[in-house]
């Protein structure tokens, strides 16, 4: 069974930095390419960055410069470092990952960036 569990998520003031793990189960992990997408209130969820196995990266172009997404297969976490934060950051982060041609989901943790 596969389970996704994000942690992390705070409220941070504009200019901060958060650091948001991913602990996943059920998979083989190091053969996996894992995501974290975010939903903010009315938006669609949208991809923020992504990490194959091989450890290639991508990035919304809204992020890139500020964010890092990271693995340690030995820990089967995936890492989204978070600098520079701005209000429009705030959303709901979701950790991702496709198996058997399924998608699945974590339950989410909330990102707020505010003064």
């Known amino acids: 069974q596969v389970q996704l569990v994000e942690s992390g998520g705070a409220l941070v003031q504009p200019g901060g930095s958060l650091r948001l793990s991913c602990a996943a189960s059920g998979i083989i992990f190091s053969w996996k390419t894992l995501g974290w997408y975010r939903q903010a209130p009315g938006k669609q969820r949208e991809l923020v960055a992504r990490?194959?196995?091989?450890?290639?990266?991508n990035y919304a172009d809204s992020v890139k410069g500020r964010f890092t997404i990271s693995r340690d297969n030995a820990k089967n976490t995936v890492y989204l470092q978070m600098n520079s934060l701005k209000p429009d950051d705030t959303a709901v982060y979701y950790c991702?990952?496709?198996?058997?041609?399924?998608?699945?989901w974590g339950q989410g943790t909330q990102v707020t960036v505010s003064s």
């Open positions: 991702n990952t496709n198996q058997n041609s399924r998608d699945y």
């Open positions: 990490i194959s196995s091989g450890g290639s990266t």
